[in-house]
């Protein structure tokens, strides 16, 4: 394992058992409106891979909307909590895994669906994952990307800093709204949908399609 995973990986094992909470209080209305706009792009016909999983709340979310999700997390003490939620809900159409989204081991044109929720702004290489996504998304598939736009101006860098010295956690990619469309565009996706929602911070929330 590299450096670069270990550090991942210790920081989320640590954070783990107060994610929910930190959710629960920070960005709670922006999940929820993250949750609703996900529900208008799904189906039951739909396999779906989630990538940062957390502790699942995602996954939990959709799982009844879909045929089935594969949901992923580089901690195993995340994994863990997931499915020790799934075990107390007996979800059977969930399979949480340990996996870094830089080296995903499912094979090429896996999936009709890839959510990446508020993960690429805290990756230092974001074009790595998305390089997988692309890969593991079918021809015809779409890609969801929720993103902390940590840049848009004066206010959301300030509340930002705040938050990552509170919680540790550190926002590496403060994009604007703009500039994280365009990063997304220079690798090879094209955006079919592309809203702002306004909490604490704004979150990017964009569809998109090789």
């Known amino acids: 394992m590299d450096n670069r995973q270990n550090k991942e990986r210790r920081f989320w094992d640590k954070f783990a058992k107060i994610y929910d909470s930190f959710i629960s209080v920070i960005f709670s209305s922006t999940y929820k409106t993250i949750l609703d706009n996900l529900d208008s792009?799904?189906?039951?016909?739909?396999?779906?891979l989630d990538i940062g999983t957390g502790?699942?709340?995602?996954?939990?979310?959709?799982?009844?909307?879909?045929?089935?999700?594969?949901?992923?997390?580089?901690?195993?003490?995340?994994?863990?909590?997931?499915?020790?939620?799934?075990?107390?809900?007996n979800i059977k159409n969930i399979d949480f895994q340990v996996q870094d989204s830089y080296n995903l081991t499912f094979p090429d044109n896996s999936f009709d669906v890839v959510i990446a929720s508020n993960l690429l702004h805290?990756?230092?290489?974001?074009?790595?994952?998305?390089?997988?996504?692309?890969?593991?998304?079918?021809?015809?598939?779409?890609?969801?990307?929720?993103?902390?736009?940590?840049?848009?101006?004066?206010?959301?860098?300030?509340?930002?800093t705040v938050i990552g010295s509170l919680s540790g956690f550190k926002v590496v990619n403060k994009w604007s709204f703009q500039d994280f469309k365009s990063m997304l565009t220079k690798n090879g996706f094209v955006i079919q949908k592309a809203l702002r929602i306004e909490g604490k911070l704004l979150t990017a929330y964009i569809v998109m399609k090789k």
């Not at 792009?41 to 779906?48: G, I, M």
């Not at 009844?64 to 939620?85: F, G, L, N, W, Y």
């Not at 692309?134 to 004066?154: H, M, S, W, Y």
């Open 41 to 48: 792009e799904l189906n039951t016909s739909l396999n779906v």
């Open 55 to 89: 502790t699942g709340i995602i996954p939990f979310s959709i799982c009844s909307k879909v045929s089935s999700v594969i949901a992923t997390d580089i901690s195993p003490e995340m994994i863990q909590i997931a499915k020790q939620k799934q075990e107390n809900s």
């Open 122 to 160: 805290l990756l230092y290489e974001p074009e790595k994952p998305i390089a997988e996504v692309k890969r593991v998304l079918k021809d015809n598939g779409i890609f969801i990307a929720p993103t902390l736009c940590a840049c848009e101006n004066t206010r959301s860098k300030i509340i930002a």
